[in-house]
């Protein structure tokens, strides 16, 4: 039989098999290497417990938390309260690119900006690639475009501490997490390895540990990755196939940064360079 590991609690992993949670218990070559969300062949031991034969391959392994098979991260920011952050943002971005993990930016908290403002940051992320949704917890602004979004899938939230990552975990599910706790249980919360995917109404997981609140970007990507991490740089070519897009002639990157769609956003190209230096690159 299939089962897909939905917890783990200190050295308990929690394994769903055809509807029913059992305690697995890995074959010894598989401790240490079976995380929340991986698919294994399991055999019923008891009512209680479950014997991991065999882990199945995974599409993605996500580092923070560590997920695998993760269909969509849910990059939540808000417009206000706190404002939005591009460095962090794009850090996030660059990192789940890295790792296969398609990704999603909700921009939250629409109800305190106004207008314009979350045009030009759904413009700027919609021009580099991505899906963007405005929505509001107060006023219920998009939220069915996300839910939309995430139904049937392993769904990870990600983002800095009060965007609304919880809040927008109980309008859609129905749940009663913690808002503003959760993240905020003390020292403790950070260095918990505890992790669940709930199972959502709709179909599909939602996990409740959130990713990246805080991230640095050099304890997940190296220099050389960055080019290809940021999206939109991927639709130009460059003269060089190694090109930093910091300096070099025939950069097509650096040849094709402006505001009009379909070019490399300043905004973006700001971020990038902070994070090569950040990466010991350029200046
Ligand atoms: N005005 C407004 N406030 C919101 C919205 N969404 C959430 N909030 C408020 O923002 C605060 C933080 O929300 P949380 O859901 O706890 O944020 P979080 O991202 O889970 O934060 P951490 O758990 O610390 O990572 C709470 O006081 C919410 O009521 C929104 O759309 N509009
Ligand atoms: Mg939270
Ligand atoms: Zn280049």
């Not at 923070?64 to 996030?92: E, Q």
């Not at 629409?110 to 690639?129: C, H, K, M, S, T």
């Not at 390895?193 to 109404?201: G, H, N, R, S, V």
């Not at 097509?252 to 190209?269: D, M, Q, S």
Request: aromatic letters at 6%; glycine letters at 10%; a positive charge.
């Amino acid at each position: 039989m299939i089962g897909r590991i939905i917890y783990k609690k200190g050295p308990h992993l929690g394994v769903e098999v055809e509807d029913r949670t059992y305690i697995g218990l890995p074959k010894k070559r598989l401790r240490g290497r079976i995380f929340v969300g991986d698919l294994v062949e399991a055999e019923v031991v008891d009512k209680k417990h479950v014997k991991l034969l065999h882990l199945l391959p995974r599409k993605n392994l996500l580092p923070k938390p560590k997920v695998a098979n993760v269909d969509l991260a849910v990059v939540v920011f808000a417009l206000k309260l706190p404002n939005i952050d591009p460095l962090h943002l794009d850090s996030i971005l660059a990192i789940l690119e890295k790792h296969g993990v398609e990704s999603l930016v909700v921009l939250n908290k629409v109800d305190l900006a106004e207008p314009q403002e979350y045009e030009q940051w759904r413009f700027i992320y919609e021009n580099a690639g991505y899906k963007v949704v405005g929505t509001s917890v107060k006023t219920g602004e998009g939220l069915d475009t996300l839910r939309e979004a995430i139904k049937g899938k392993t769904v990870v939230l990600a983002g800095p501490s009060g965007a609304g990552k919880t809040s927008l975990i109980n309008v859609l599910t129905g749940l009663s997490l913690k808002v503003g706790e959760i993240g905020r249980h003390g020292k403790g919360r950070h260095t918990t390895t505890d992790i669940t995917l709930l199972e959502a109404p709709f179909g599909g997981y939602v996990c409740d540990t959130p990713g990246f609140a805080k991230v640095e970007i050099s304890h997940f990507v190296e220099a050389h990755e960055l080019p290809k991490l940021y999206r939109e740089f991927l639709r130009f070519g460059c003269r060089f196939s190694d090109c930093t897009h910091l300096h070099e002639p025939g950069c097509g990157v650096i040849a094709n940064i402006g505001e009009k769609a379909g070019k490399v956003h300043p905004e973006r190209y700001r971020t990038y360079r902070l994070l090569m230096k950040k990466l010991g690159v350029g200046v």
